[in-house]
């Protein structure tokens, strides 16, 4: 192409690298997804269990207050 007197004499690349660089880029890019997944796949089942301690905490907590209210109200 010339333009203003100057030629582009640049060549494009292979379409084998061409190919070949956007394969390992995908490559990269869906073991980045895979690795975030993991990560907030982890991250999810840590949620869980504290979520089902808390719920169990919570269960025991009001089985001792219906315990002592049953208590108390035996003794008036």
């Known amino acids: 192409m010339v333009q203003d007197g100057l030629v582009d004499e640049s060549v494009d690349p ?3 690298a061409g190919v070949s660089q956007l394969i390992e ?3 990269l890019e869906h073991q980045d997804r895979f690795l975030q997944t ?3 796949r982890v991250s999810a ?5 504290q979520q ?3 719920r169990q905490q ?3 907590r009001l089985s001792l207050l219906s315990t002592d209210s049953q208590k108390s ?4």
């Open 14 to 16: 292979p379409l084998e």
């Open 38 to 40: 993991e990560a907030l």
């Open 25 to 27: 880029q995908r490559q």
């Open 73 to 76: 109200s035996i003794i008036r």
């Open 45 to 49: 089942r840590s949620q869980y269990s």
């Open 52 to 54: 089902e301690r808390l």
């Open 58 to 60: 919570i269960s025991d």
